[in-house]
């Protein structure tokens, strides 16, 4: 048991529990090494956006100018609220369609599922979160393979989730930064009673026991499964080596953050009272997931931002943003058609820097942390034009520093035609050293290969 | 809240003169034609909630600590669960806390474990014994009885009695056998009938959301359900557990999309006090449900278009009614409701914050009651507009554009023409006369077995629906979606088919669609692996 007091002794301490990190490898499965890369990316970051983007506020200005008036990319280029410019740590990537999805009918808000995946709605395959992690081990030696949070909805639906297991199936998300904390943190924290590590030790031995009867079980139902079902038994092997690295006591030494004060955020849900609370739990989340990279308790992590209706954040806009903003907005986009009205234009881009902000937040802890330089950010949402529900002409920002596969400090127009977000996906993992030249699945196989020329 | 009584045995007696007999035992048919695929799959949080209760005797909180479950086909029973590493994690954390102190001398356990010493094997044998046959739902092995005893063995280890069992509780609550319904069946090269020990967990689970039950069981080692007649007279049995009314409620809201009802809100210019009243209306839902699936066995007309509802006190004024005495059944169709599609609960859901949405009302009735498969705009390649706000215009007029470009009107005269029928509720699902000062226009059309109706509004569609052979054969295809836990359209076909011989008490209301779905073929075989 851990109880309250131990956590001001333990902030800023080498936490050690039930060290047994030298026996851990030998119990980890082998995974296939990652092929040769010079000097791959470490730490992946994939954030969902609410609400598609105003493009008239988004395109950089001409010498990469992000700051001007209106523009919702000002954020990056905010030192005084962010200590630095991240200026020269982001790519504009224009031009991006979820074609996937177009192809799989995952359109409108279903295709959040697609910007990870790379496949529609009956695609079989991880996101590039899970896919990095899981398969490709990079979440094989910390105590989590990966972080998958989410703000105001917990629910693992289409329209509401960015990482999926292999096999298809969403993941679950974390709402509550207290949930988060103890997720990442709570195995790492010393209880000073001195009976404490009596039990624990005991909780050790009953726990190697539960999971050999475990892996015994899962096994048996396994070799009498039939194939189709293999992937989410995996998962479940997956899910007990995870478990099993908690049970055993893996070692961290780090800053563990202070303990989030639930009083702060007496509700979290969507729709349940948790909207005035959104941009608190939208920090915090934030903070403990970069934490959790600086501790080394994962590498990978994923964050479904909240709509952002009835938030009252900005009293500028109206109540119901979703409605009353992101379906309001009009914009001609790129091919000229259609109305514009440039109130709805900035009204959405008001909407669009809010939530940039968090996002140049999370830039600024990964370069507190020294992780900026090895991070691969990608941030998107599900459509480009909210009004019109278009999973075509997706903004989306690349930040960090890729481990050296991203020149940064600029705008990257694919243009008007739409180019598949699959790859963006194969870029992804080239930067972490897979090479392999395609990512997704779809029943046009044609736009799952090539990559995007971003040094 | 008052509850009302779960009475099932009142219409037990229309659908099978089985209803408390023993019925012969006769052999099955044999394998059809189209069969389901085998399958694995992880309980819905519900029924590990559920499950968990029945290990242990009492309350859990399993199901607020796991994660939500994902859905498929709109169901939480499906074979797409998985066990990931959150809710593996919250599961363990969740098993640790609940058998910290765990009382022995409940009737759950057997008589000798209250005052057991740890060396008493014969007690722990016993015990251990009776919760693997809970938790695995059927008869353990003797292999398996020792493995659990060697885990009794380690918890007990310096320890007590009680320790031991809680660290095979542990195990259990964690345990692949526990946490997957399998429908394997016995193996072989060619087509399978699930094992006697299969039946009965799927029977069961099927049927009341809860485990077997100890005679069950013992029919289920008795190889009765291995004929139909034994399976609709076990299944019978368990409808009157009073467990079975949340399986039902669940499947209706499921069904209907009434799930997101708890994650709406409304403008203030549309009501006030909005999370209340989404409150009460979920109450009115499953009460109504309680009702229509106690008395009436689940009648696809009552349920529709029955004239009545079970109103909470919270929702009486909303509705213009005066309040009555608890769970007691008020008439309605003074007040234009008449059934589930009118009471507040699907008319919130299927509507915008601040103004209605024909199209969201449209399409849940054309998908979750006819089961037609809709094309997105952007499939056809057409681009939303969400037609803007306007305080001049009613509804109806600003929609006018689908009505008016041909591409949008291929998909929207149907989907507009029954959304439109309910235009007299607003976004709360508040009665209304006028919109933008004008008298609200609620007539609309449906194309339904094969007919075009002109109808004057929802009440004209409700009497339609409850009376059409097109949504008693979707109600099938969505109990075998349930049941199976996914979309298998040729199964669907072949069992809808099979239905057109039976009763309308059979096919045209909900029990009698899963009873018959039990006894069929399509329940106890699967195809090759």
């Known amino acids: 048991m851990i109880r309250r007091s131990s956590l001001s002794i333990s902030r800023r301490a080498a936490l050690t529990a039930l060290g047994a990190g030298a026996a851990l490898a030998a119990l980890l499965p082998e995974v296939r090494p990652l092929r040769a890369a010079s000097s791959p990316a470490k730490y992946f970051i994939g954030v969902y956006m609410p609400h598609g983007m105003a493009r008239e506020f988004w395109v950089p200005r001409p010498g990469f100018q992000i700051a001007y008036e209106g523009s919702s990319l000002a954020p990056f280029d905010d030192a005084v609220s962010f200590g630095r410019s991240f200026r020269d740590q982001i790519v504009t990537l224009e031009g991006l369609d979820l074609t996937a999805g177009l192809r799989a009918s995952t359109v409108g808000h279903d295709a959040s599922r697609v910007i990870l995946t790379g496949s529609g709605k009956d695609g079989q395959n991880a996101s590039i979160d899970q896919f990095l992690a899981v398969e490709q081990g990079l979440g094989k030696d910390t105590p989590l393979s990966s972080l998958v949070l989410g703000v105001g909805s917990a629910e693992p639906a289409l329209q509401w989730c960015i990482s999926y297991a292999k096999g298809g199936t969403a993941l679950p998300k974390l709402i509550n930064p207290l949930a988060t904390f103890n997720h990442a943190f709570g195995q790492f924290l010393v209880d000073p009673d001195p009976a404490a590590s009596a039990r624990a030790a005991r909780e050790q031995r009953l726990g190697k026991s539960l999971l050999d009867y475990w892996r015994a079980d899962l096994a048996e139902l396994s070799a009498r499964s039939p194939k189709a079902e293999r992937d989410k038994l995996d998962q479940h092997a997956t899910a007990l080596r995870e478990l099993e690295k908690r049970v055993l006591g893996q070692t961290v030494t780090c800053a563990v953050p202070s303990r989030p004060d639930p009083t702060q955020f007496p509700a979290v849900g969507s729709y349940q009272g948790g909207e005035p609370y959104f941009d608190l739990i939208s920090e915090l989340q934030i903070d403990l997931m970069v934490q959790a990279f600086a501790c080394g308790v994962t590498r990978i992590g994923t964050l479904f931002l909240a709509d952002l209706s009835r938030t009252h954040f900005d009293p500028d806009l109206p109540e119901d943003v979703h409605t009353d903003v992101a379906h309001r907005y009009a914009s001609p986009g790129r091919n000229g058609k259609g109305s514009s009205d440039a109130a709805s234009q900035a009204r959405l881009a008001r909407q669009n820097r809010y939530v940039y902000g968090k996002i140049a937040r999370i830039l600024q802890r990964l370069s507190a942390s020294g992780l900026l330089e090895e991070t691969v950010l990608v941030a998107m949402s599900d459509m480009g034009d909210p009004s019109k529900h278009s999973s075509r002409q997706v903004p989306t920002l690349l930040a960090g520093g890729w481990g050296g596969a991203l020149r940064a400090g600029r705008h990257i127009d694919l243009g008007a035609e739409g180019t598949p977000s699959n790859r963006l996906l194969v870029s992804v993992q080239q930067a972490f050293g897979v090479e392999s030249d395609s990512y997704g699945q779809s029943a046009d196989p044609s736009i799952l290969s090539g990559t995007l020329a971003l040094t | ?529």
């Open chain 2, 1 to 529: 809240m008052t509850t009302r009584p779960w009475v099932v045995c009142y219409w037990l007696f229309a659908l099978s003169s089985s209803c408390g007999t023993a019925a012969p035992a006769t052999t099955s048919r044999g394998a059809p034609e189209q069969s389901l695929e085998p399958a694995v799959r992880r309980l819905s949080v519900a029924e590990l909630e559920a499950s968990a209760q029945t290990l242990l005797g009492n309350a859990t909180e399993l199901a607020a600590a796991l994660p939500p479950d994902a859905r498929q086909s709109d169901y939480s029973r499906n074979v797409a669960q998985t066990v990931d590493s959150l809710l593996l994690g919250q599961l363990f954390d969740a098993a640790r806390s609940a058998t910290a102190a765990l009382d022995l001398s409940q009737p759950r356990f057997p008589s000798c474990a209250r005052f057991a010493l740890p060396d008493d094997r014969a007690c722990a044998e016993n015990t251990v014994n009776a919760l693997a046959r809970t938790a695995f739902r059927r008869d353990p092995s003797a292999l398996e009885v020792e493995q659990l005893l060697a885990l009794f063995a380690v918890g007990s280890d310096g320890s007590d009695f009680q320790s031991g069992i809680a660290l095979v509780m542990r195990a259990l609550l964690g345990s692949p056998k526990f946490m997957y319904a399998t429908t394997l069946g016995e193996g072989g090269p060619g087509p399978t009938q699930l094992s006697s020990q299969e039946l009965g967990s799927e029977l069961s689970l099927l049927i009341s959301g809860q485990p077997p039950d100890e005679e069950l069981l013992l029919a289920a080692s008795r190889g009765e359900l291995a004929s139909a007649p034994g399976r609709e007279r076990q299944a019978l049995r368990l409808l009157q557990r009073p467990q079975s009314r949340e399986l039902y409620r669940r499947f209706v809201q499921e069904w209907l999309g009434l799930v997101g009802l708890n994650g709406l809100a409304k403008s203030s210019q549309v009501t006030t006090g909005f999370p209340a009243l989404r409150e009460a209306m979920l109450v009115e839902t499953n009460q109504f449900v309680d009702d229509v699936f106690g008395y009436q066995a689940g009648s696809i007309g009552a349920l529709l278009a029955g004239g009545y509802s079970i109103v909470p006190d919270a929702l009486a004024s909303f509705y213009g009614v005066q309040p009555s005495a608890p769970g007691a059944r008020v008439a309605l169709t003074a007040v234009g409701r008449v059934g589930i599609l009118q009471q507040a609960g699907f008319l919130a859901t299927f509507a915008h914050e601040s103004e209605t949405a024909p199209v969201l009302r449209g399409k849940a009735v054309l998908t979750r009651l006819l089961c037609l498969d809709l094309p997105k705009p952007t499939d056809l390649g057409v681009d939303i507009v969400f037609p803007p706000a306007d305080a001049h215009a009613t509804t109806r007029e600003r929609f006018s554009r689908h009505a008016t470009d041909a591409v949008c009107r291929s998909c929207h005269e149907s989907l507009d023409g029954v959304g439109f029928l309910f235009e007299n509720f607003d976004a709360a699902g508040q009665l209304r006369t006028s919109e933008s000062g004008r008298p609200i226009d609620t007539s609309g059309s449906i194309r339904l077995d094969g007919q075009q109706l002109q109808l004057s509004d929802s009440v004209e569609l409700s009497s339609a629906l409850a009376n059409s052979e097109q949504v008693r054969r979707c109600a099938a295809r969505q109990v075998l979606r349930f049941a199976a836990g996914k979309t298998d359209a040729a199964v669907e076909q072949a069992f809808v088919d099979a239905l057109q011989g039976k009763s309308l008490e059979r096919r045209g209301t909900f029990l009698g669609l899963f009873l018959e779905f039990v006894k069929s073929d399509w329940f106890a075989w699967r195809k090759p692996q």
